[in-house]
Nanobody, 124 residues
């Protein structure tokens, strides 16, 4: 079955950087859209970044454009999120997600497999 495991979260000061990783298994990683989402306390989960199967196309929430970079290593079934210039408002639980099968990408809908999440805390 689909299994996603995030790592790399932690506590940093504003302006710092973190790199999240997500190890995937149980499906054909290289054929599927992948995404990073986050949920802060008291807020709804929101899409942060998405990437097409080949890795050549990506999309981002406006709030993170220019600061976050999503990438993938299809040979290692691993998804990444490089987060730079972090702000206190980036504090949240971060989840990687997949649609699980080959399908159109480019939106935040359709993701139905989720990891357990990794906490990111940014202090001012």
């Amino acid at each position: 079955q689909v299994h996603l495991v995030e790592s790399g979260g932690g506590s940093v000061q504003a302006g710092g950087s973190l790199r999240l990783s997500c190890a995937a298994s149980g499906y054909t990683f290289s054929s599927t859209c992948m995404g990073w989402f986050r949920q802060a306390p008291g807020k709804e989960r929101e899409g942060v970044a998405g990437i097409y199967p080949g890795g050549g196309s990506t999309y981002y929430a406006d709030s993170v454009k220019g600061r976050f970079t999503i990438s993938r290593d299809n040979a290692k079934n691993t998804l990444f999120l490089q987060m730079n210039s972090l702000k206190p408002e980036d504090t949240a639980m971060y989840y990687c997600a997949t649609i699980g099968v080959a399908s159109p990408c480019g939106t935040w809908s359709g993701y139905n497999y989720w990891g357990q999440g990794t906490q990111v805390t940014v202090s001012s």
